[in-house]
């Protein structure tokens, strides 16, 4: 069964860290796209990173430009949200999605996990 299972999150003060991690079991996630995205209470999903298969394109939403940061280990089947300068309006549920191609893993995605919401607040 493919799964993709989610961690990290939790609640932090504004300006602190949590890095998200996406885990794989059932398939390897070395030919997929990677992508994050997150919903907050009452507004609609939206993009944040996504990260190609080879790792060699990345793709961030201005809203997450210069303080999150994607990667992968593919030996280890995971792909992780560094997230840094952390601010209120981040707080939401983050989900991760494996597609086939980047462009798929930045907009609709394919397989998904359940979420691991994040709070930022004092």
């Known amino acids: 069964q493919l799964q993709l299972v989610e961690s990290g999150g939790g609640l932090v003060q504004p300006g602190g860290s949590l890095r998200l991690s996406c885990a794989a079991s059932?398939?390897?996630?070395?030919?997929?796209?990677i992508g994050w995205f997150r919903q907050a209470t009452g507004k609609e999903r939206e993009g944040v990173s996504c990260?190609?298969?080879?790792?060699?394109?990345?793709y961030y939403a201005d809203s997450a430009k210069g303080r999150f940061t994607i990667s992968r280990d593919n030996a280890k089947n995971t792909v992780y949200l560094q997230m840094n300068s952390l601010k209120p309006e981040d707080t939401a549920v983050y989900y991760c999605?494996?597609?086939?191609?980047?462009?798929?893993?930045?907009?609709?995605?394919?397989?998904w996990g359940h979420g691991t919401q994040v709070t930022v607040s004092s």
């Open positions: 059932g398939f390897t996630l070395d030919h997929y796209a």
């Open positions: 990260i190609s298969s080879s790792d060699s394109s990345t």
């Open positions: 999605t494996a597609a086939p191609t980047l462009f798929a893993a930045r907009f609709q995605g394919e397989y």
